[in-house]
């Protein structure tokens, strides 16, 4: 199947301010593809953002859901920030197994800049977005497994913009 027809999955993955859902609005436009943003979906329904197990739930359900687009032929976009080599692979292989293109864009960024950029944002306040403190943020950094380049290379190459 030609690339350029069949339907893409596109995993976002990076920390907290390293720019998703910023990305994520620029290329559902520009594909266009639906985008599963579970900071919005989560304060639309009232529901806490530090919700563990609600987030879990419902990034579950956006995964199912997403395989039912794909399956119709509509790109999806995941922002989930994808943390674990683990989720990306069982999202991969998904998307995969129904013919998807599948990418993979990294955002990194240092922590000091994520930190800049998530004091600006905690400041607007804005409706869907977390409020993350450093505090918050270098444990999460220590969690988070980067993608090396051989991962990002099981992905098919973006169709619009980079890997990050
Ligand atoms: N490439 C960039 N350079 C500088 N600032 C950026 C960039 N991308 C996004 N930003 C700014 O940084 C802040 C965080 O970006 P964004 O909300 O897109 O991050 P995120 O990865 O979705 O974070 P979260 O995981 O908390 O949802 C926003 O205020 C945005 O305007
Ligand atoms: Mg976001």
Redesign the pocket.
Known sequence: MDAGHEPSLIL?C????????????RLANEIPAVRL?P?EWLADLGIDLFDVQARDRLEKRFSQHAQELLKLGQSVIL?F?FWSRTERDEKRLGARALGAHVELHY?A?PID??C???E??NE?G?RG??Q?TREMLEPYAELFEAPTTDELNLFDEPLLGRRG
Do not use: F, N, Q, V
């Open positions: 976002l990076g920390l907290p301010g390293s720019g998703k859902t910023t990305l994520a609005k943003c900071d922002e920030g955002l960024a800049e994520l800049r950029r998530l600006a944002r607007k804005e977005t977390a993350i």
